[in-house]
Structure formats: C-alpha cells, structure tokens
C-alpha cells in the first residue's frame, strides 16, 4: 500500500502548486488591469488658469530652454575674392587648424582637442579644399563655425573660444555673421551660447 500511495501524494502536491500558482497569476494580472482602470475613471486634470501658469513659472527665452546638439554659426564674406582665400589661409595657420581628410573641414582645438571647433564651408555648404596645402575649389564665400555644446554649463570654455573665434572671424574678413536660423547675431546670441 505504501508503493502506490506515494505516486497519489506527488499528483496531489503538484495538483496544489498548479492551483498556487494559477492564483498568483490572476491576482497579478487583476493587480496589474487595476491601476489603468482607475486612470480611464478619473476626471482628467483641470487646465491651470493663464495667471497661475505665468506666476508659477520663471520666465525663461526658449532658446536657453531648447537642448542644442550643434551649435551653428555662418561668416558671410563682405566680398569674396582670390585674396580672401589667402588670407583665410593665414587665419587658418595662425590658430593651429588641421584639415580632415575623411570630413573635408578644418578642426581648431580650442580648450579641448575632444571637442573641436569645426570650420566647414558655408557656401556651397560642407566640404571644403585643404586650403593650407594649397588646394582650390574656387572662392571661399563664407565659413560654417561649429561646435558641440558641453554637457555640462560649468564646463564652457570652449564656448568661450567659439564664440571669441566668430568675433575675430567676422573682424577679420568684414562679413556678417548669421546664427542657425540665418538672422544675424546679436549679443543676446552670444550669451545663449555661452549659457
């Protein structure tokens, strides 16, 4: 009798540990279904009164708000010419820019050789010839300056060269400088920037 009753006790616990864990799969799945009914009952929120939503929040321009991935600035030449060439080449070699081969545009290390400044060509925009070996695509027309913000605000000093490089630039070649959206820049740009 002992044989036998063995294989009826196994049936009956595993029988038990089904029913367990059949019950802990529904009260798992009703506990789950009950916060998303509880959300389609409630009332949804009542919208905040204009004088609540502008004393409650600062006022801030939404370009310090918006996350940039790049910043972007255009230096359009006064007068483009075969002489503006050569000197953006002395420009180039007085601030230690190397050409990349594989992008086609100048880097000038700045603060930090991790993040460069890149000079690219405004006009058409992108590639550039390795002006500093002598190269030529025709008349440089204006320059792209580029830059990747820092993650951190405490930690812009190469924002502080970029910004000091556009100034120069545009003293230099007597153009006009353009932001991302073609306006021209102001101060107020410059301060966005350097956040």
């Known amino acids: 009798m002992e044989s036998s009753s063995l294989p009826f006790l196994l049936a009956g616990f595993s029988l038990l540990l089904g029913v367990l864990a059949a019950g802990v799969f529904w009260y798992r799945r009703d506990s789950m279904q009950r916060p998303f009914k509880a959300r389609r009952v409630a009332p949804p929120p009542r919208p905040a009164r204009a004088s609540e939503v502008s004393s409650t929040t600062p006022s801030v321009p939404h370009a310090a708000t918006t996350r940039t991935r790049q910043h972007a600035l255009f230096v359009i030449f006064a007068h483009p010419d075969a002489t ?26 700045g603060h930090k050789r991790s993040n460069p400044i890149v000079i690219a060509n405004a006009y058409p925009p992108g590639e550039m010839a390795d002006l500093l070996s002598g190269e030529s695509n025709g008349t440089v027309r204006g320059v792209s300056l580029l830059v990747k913000p820092p993650l951190h605000r405490r930690r812009n000093q190469q924002m502080h060269v970029y910004v000091a490089l556009a100034k120069e630039m545009n003293d230099t070649f007597r153009g006009q400088i353009l932001d991302s959206e073609q306006n021209p820049v102001s101060e107020l740009t410059y301060q966005t920037i350097l956040g």
Do not use: P
């Open 84 to 109: 503006t060439d050569e000197r953006l080449t002395e420009w180039l070699r007085g601030k230690n820019a190397r050409f990349d081969d594989a992008r086609k545009v100048f880097l000038i290390d």
